[in-house]
T-cell receptor, first 116, second 113 residues
């Protein structure tokens, strides 16, 4: 049981390049999330998917797109990377069958992205 | 809207000393409350959670937290800190079934030998 996995672990992009961050979970969770973490800012939600087939914007969605490929996978795409998108990106998942445990999140190890 | 405040950006303690990390939340109904820990270079790991019932909850690694409704607080405690506890600690609150917890900005714990 791997939990939440993310690829790649590290990435360096030039301004204007595009890339997709991959996330997969093997816990049969309904909901998946993408956060970015910047010093002093805590975690900020970029996008989330409450269930397979749905996606919604979070606090900081500009410059990003997401795809909930299936129940297991949730990808984050940067179409034209900017230096302001230099950050650590975390994927998380939650939710099995309803109730308060739905709000308990499981996190991946993160992707450290630098845009030059 | 729900919100979480962690008043301390950094906390420094000596190894073996007791620890209390503060968390205050703003939410109208009974919240679901969480503490997560993030070791350097790692993702977040759940330490403990409060949904209902006993207001003193036990977590992993010897941590506990107490829910105080009158103070809108959920402070994290540990009686004796180990050097390996040095990490970033995040408090989070959700409304139950909302799928979207709100996180505090984190408290960085530094442990002196």
């Amino acid at each position: 049981n791997a939990g939440v996995t993310q690829t790649p672990k590290f990435q360096v992009l030039k301004t204007g390049q595009s890339m997709t961050l991959q996330c997969a979970q093997d816990m049969n969770h309904n909901s998946m999330y993408w956060y970015r973490q910047d010093p002093g800012m805590g975690l900020r939600l970029i996008y989330y998917s409450a269930s397979e087939g749905t996606t919604d914007k979070g606090e900081v969605p500009n410059g990003y797109n997401v795809s909930r490929l299936n129940k297991r996978e949730f990808s984050l795409r940067l179409e034209s990377a900017a230096p302001s998108q230099t950050s650590v990106y975390f994927c998380a998942s939650s939710g099995l069958a309803g109730g308060p445990k739905d709000d308990e999140q499981y996190f991946g190890p993160g992707t450290r992205l630098t845009v030059t | 809207a729900q919100s979480v405040t962690q008043p301390d950006i950094h906390i420094t303690v000596s190894e073996g000393a007791s620890l209390e990390l503060r968390c205050n939340y703003s939410y109208g109904a009974t919240p679901y409350l969480f503490w997560y820990v993030q070791s350097p270079g790692q993702g977040l790991q759940l330490l403990l959670k409060y949904f209902s019932g006993d207001t003193l909850v036990q977590g992993i690694k010897g941590f506990e937290a107490e829910f105080k409704r009158s103070q809108s607080s959920f402070n994290l405690r540990k009686p004796s800190v180990h050097w390996s506890d040095a990490a970033e600690y995040f408090c989070a609150v959700s409304s139950g079934g909302s799928y979207i917890p709100t996180f505090g900005r984190g408290t960085s714990l530094i442990v002196h030998p």
